[in-house]
Every structure is written in C-alpha cells, then in structure tokens.
C-alpha cells in the first residue's frame, strides 16, 4: 500500500486516459516541474502502482462486431480440472479475458466474434468442447462504457 496525495491522483487519472503521456505533460496537468512528474512516476512504477502500459484496440473497426459474456460453470471441480480448463481456454484467440470468479458459475469469459454466427461456431467448436465445461450461459454485450477505476 502506498500513500497518495492529489497530484499522484492526478497523474494517475490522466495516465488512465492516455498512457502516452509524457512527465512533461503529466507535470503540466498536475501543476509540477517535468522532473518533479518523472520522479513521482518512477516512485508508482517502483511501488507497482503502474503495472503497465497497455494499447486498446477498437473490435468493431477490427471486424468483431459482437461480445458476448459466458458464465461457464464447470462439471467437475478440482485443482487438475481447473488447470485443465485455463491452459485450454486460453489457447482460443477469441477470448479476450478469463476470470475464475465465485458464484453461480467458475469462470467469466470475454469472448469476441465477427457476428453472432461466428460467435455460435467458437461456442460450439471450441468453447463447450473444454475439458470439464459443464453449463455455460451467454450474454451478448448491447453497449459499454468504461470509467477510470478509483484513485
């Protein structure tokens, strides 16, 4: 845990939107000098506040029109079938997140396709034939939108 004040705040809000961002610009916005920025930058960096930068891709321009969400719950539990389950899962390029989760089902999935058809062919062909996948509920993304976590 690390204490922040306002201007680490600032600066992590204004990375959460653009994390090109230079120290310079980062200074400007939280009301300090370039160096001053950059070595607040390091000090999250080196804490592990910042655990990276990541490029977000627009699906829809890239020709996955559809998300859909699949609460998978799996036949058999055990730590050998979950193993199983999240090496597999993780080879099928169109599932962009697995989340082992509790509740009514083991695992949340991401999962991106071309259109609903495409969508019924990776649940088919790839998805519930999983080791140990037992019922799977889908729910097929209408809209989002994202929000900066708290800071």
Known sequence: MIDLDAADRTI???????ATLSAG??????????????????????????????IELDAVKLGFGVTVFLGVKLAT?????????????????????????LGLYDYRLRVVAR????????LRRRI????GVGDVEANVLLSEERRAGPI
């Open 12 to 18: 992590l809000r204004a990375l959460e939107a653009d």
């Open 128 to 131: 519930m034939l999983l080791p």
């Open 115 to 122: 259109d609903i058809a495409d969508f019924e062919r990776v």
């Open 25 to 54: 610009a980062l200074g400007r916005i939280a009301g300090l000098s370039q160096p001053a920025a950059w070595r607040r930058l390091q000090r999250l960096r080196e804490a592990g506040v910042i655990a990276g930068r990541r």
């Open 77 to 101: 539990k055990g730590r050998v079938s979950l193993e199983d389950f999240e090496r597999a899962v993780s080879a099928i390029p169109e599932v962009q997140t697995v989340q082992h989760v």
